[in-house]
C-alpha cells in the first residue's frame, strides 16, 4: 500500500460540466502524476507535478488542468468535459531516493455521456 | 515524441504454455522498467533493467534487456492463472515522465 487515494472512483458526468478528481498521498513525495488509461492506448501522461506550485505537461494534457497546492494533493480538473474524457485516470507517485518506479492509485472511472 | 512499442497487443494462451511479450524502441533506452495490472485493478511495478544484456529472474518471470539497449522482454515460463492481466513496459528516456508501452493483455485458457 503505497498511501494513494483516489476519489471519486467512479463518476458519470454530462458533457461540458466541470470535474475534478482528487489524489491523496500520505507519504510526503514530491513527484505525482495523472495518466489516463484507454483501451489500445496504454498509459499516457497527462500532467505531473514536482512539487507543490510545481507542475508540467504530458502528452495529453489538452483539456486537463491541474493544480497542487498542498504535498499531499494532486488535483486534476477537467474544465469541460467532453465525451473524448470518457476513460479510467491513474494517479501515481514515485518516491524519492528509489529507482524511479511508480505507485498507483486505484483509478477513477469516468464516464461523459 | 519519444515511443516504446510493445508486440504483442493480445495473447491468449493454454494454460502451461510459456508467453513473451517484446518492447522496442527506435532510440537507445537508459532503462526500463516492467508492470502488471490484472484486470480491474491498477499497474503494479515489477522490475527495472539498466544494463545492456542484462537478465533478471523472478520465479517464472524472466526479464531481458537487449544488448543495444533498444529492446526488452518479459518471459513467462509454464503460465498460470494467477499470471492473467495486462503486462507493461515503461521508460522515462532520462526525464521524470514515465512513458508506457501499449501493453500486452494475457489471457489464460484453463
Known amino acids: 500500500d503505497a498511501g494513494i487515494t483516489q476519489s471519486p472512483r467512479h463518476k458519470v458526468t454530462e458533457t461540458g460540466t466541470p470535474v475534478t478528481l482528487r489524489c491523496h498521498q500520505t507519504?510526503?513525495?514530491?513527484?505525482m502524476y495523472w495518466y489516463r488509461q484507454d483501451p489500445g492506448h496504454g498509459l499516457r501522461l497527462i500532467h505531473y507535478?514536482?512539487?507543490?506550485?510545481?507542475?508540467d505537461k504530458g502528452e495529453v494534457s489538452d483539456g486537463y488542468s491541474v493544480s497542487r497546492s498542498k504535498t499531499e494533493d494532486f488535483l486534476l480538473t477537467l474544465e469541460s468535459a467532453t465525451s473524448s474524457q470518457t476513460s479510467v485516470y491513474f494517479c501515481?507517485?514515485?518516491?524519492?531516493?528509489?529507482?524511479?518506479?511508480?505507485?498507483f492509485g486505484e483509478g477513477s472511472r469516468l464516464t461523459v455521456l | 515524441g519519444q515511443q516504446v512499442m510493445q508486440i504483442p497487443q493480445y495473447q491468449h494462451v493454454q494454460e502451461g504454455e510459456d508467453f513473451t511479450t517484446y518492447c522496442n524502441s527506435s532510440t537507445t533506452l537508459s532503462n526500463i522498467q516492467w508492470y502488471k495490472q490484472r484486470p480491474g485493478g491498477h499497474p503494479v511495478f515489477l522490475i527495472q533493467?539498466?544494463?545492456?544484456?542484462e537478465v533478471k529472474k523472478q520465479k517464472r518471470l524472466t526479464f531481458q534487456f537487449g544488448e543495444a539497449k533498444k529492446n526488452s522482454s518479459l518471459h513467462i515460463t509454464a503460465t498460470q492463472t494467477t499470471d492473467v492481466g495486462t503486462y507493461f513496459c515503461a521508460e522515462n528516456f532520462g526525464n521524470e515522465k514515465l512513458t508506457f508501452g501499449t501493453g500486452t493483455r494475457l489471457t489464460i485458457i484453463p
Open positions: 507535478s514536482y512539487g507543490v506550485k510545481d507542475t
Open positions: 533493467l539498466v544494463k545492456s544484456g
Open positions: 507519504e510526503n513525495h514530491r513527484y
Open positions: 501515481a507517485i514515485r518516491p524519492s531516493g528509489n529507482i524511479g518506479e511508480l505507485f
